[in-house]
């Protein structure tokens, strides 16, 4: 299928000429004519899936035929849970509206407010804002919704996991009854189902695969290990399976930089995203990486949901995270697309049950491979139906030799490695079958193999939390922190409102 063949407009077809889009997704082939028709949307479609296309185009294409804006209004306004998918989402609206006469802008926390009021003021096609920066343009009248067509509530779980939901009420109640709504969430739990109730009108619903699609493309195996021995094994599977760069996932802040620190005072350039860092910060670490000028970038769960890197081969889980969800949205970052792509997890015994979590979510039994000298004195008990863990290494075994995979060169043609004398990637762990979850046997030497799946865990339901710390993820609880800001926070604890006075949804 063509994406002429999905009444997408000329402007827009040689934009995806452009950028080398041949084919619709999945997701785009069920939204663009749903949302061109003007329906509303309930899209299960995690990242990775080509989502944002799905909403973007036909709305671009909507805007572009229907009318235009005035001053203050916005004809589409697309909500995300976080600053970084907030410039992810701005700049794929801006991309594909590349041929059109549109005005998109993009509003967040924890930058200067005046800039964003300077660019509504004489009005905007679509604007992409998270739901504190948004209510505060509301409060200074400096918004209008009077012409408001499209809502797009985009990773809607995410925007509950953070805390979101005071901020969403106070936002509906602002806006006009009359309009489409578009509803992207990687998972439907109750929650979310609640919210959709309350939003959507007869939605056509999309389900572009279970909540276990990036598992299944990217290559997954974890090594067993103490806490105290990761910073080490990290350093020695850089050198040993001679990786370029790297995305490491860090439960904490202070464990993020406490990393940083120790890769660089072994000469290896790394840099960190997290919610303690400015935007600005965030951006420059995140322009970095992907211009190759640092081979790790070291991030807490809060940047991975907007992190859109082309080309990255390697996701490495330093620590497991707290809620399993945030897994599959770590792995989302490599495999984009097509690629190919390899997740390793570094666990220790305090981690098991949120692998269980991970591995009842994904449906799958996560290839466990001993890295020699590196063994676990605590030792990391198996998981998933007896025997899954052995007999997945015996058949990995049996089925040598591995694949070869192609090379990683890098976002900036393997810069990074050249700069620091070493070759491209040869000999990282080799890939089982990209169509999905075969497994690949792991090389003689021992060394670990990309992996496949198994069948072993029950299919998820809603929204599952490691057993680690069962009383730190209760219904409704924010889990993840990061994302909003001290306003946002205060309202839900009841300690500040909106300004009513503020939220004037008439032009002016
Ligand atoms: P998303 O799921 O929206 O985060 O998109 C994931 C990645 O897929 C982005 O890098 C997009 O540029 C890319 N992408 C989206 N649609 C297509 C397509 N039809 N063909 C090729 N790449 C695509």
Redesign the pocket.
Known sequence: MT?QALGLIAPIQST?DT???????P??KQAIPAVLAGRDLMAA??????????F?LPILQRLTMDGVTGPRAVRCLVLVPTRELAE??YE?FR?YGGNLPLKSAVAYGGVPIEPQITKLRKGLDVLVATPGRLIDLLDQGAISFAMLQTLVLDEADRMLDLGFERDLDILLAALPKQRQTLLFSATFSDEIRKLAGGMLRDPVSIQVSASNTATKTVKQWLIPTDKRRKPELLLHLLKKLKWGQVLVFVKTRKGVETLVKTLQEQGISADSIHGDKTQPARLRALARFKNAEVQLLVATDVAARGL?I?ALPQVVNFDMPTVAEDYIHRI?RTG???MEGEAVSLVCADEVEILKAIETLTRQVILRIEEPGFEADHRVPETGPKGVAAALAKKAAAEAPAKKKRPFTGPAGGKAAAAAGKPAVTARPAGGDASLGTWAPPPPSGKPAGGARSAGGKAATGRIYGGAKPAAAPKGAVVVTGGRGAKSLARTAGKATAKPGGRKTGPR
Do not use: H, I, M
Request: hydrophobic share 30%; no cysteine; glycine share 18%.
């Open positions: 994406f995806l950028l080398g889009y041949k084919q619709p997704t997701v785009q479609a995690q990242t990775g899936t080509g989502k944002t296309a799905g973007a992810q989402v794929s991309s859109d082309e989302g984009r697309a097509g």
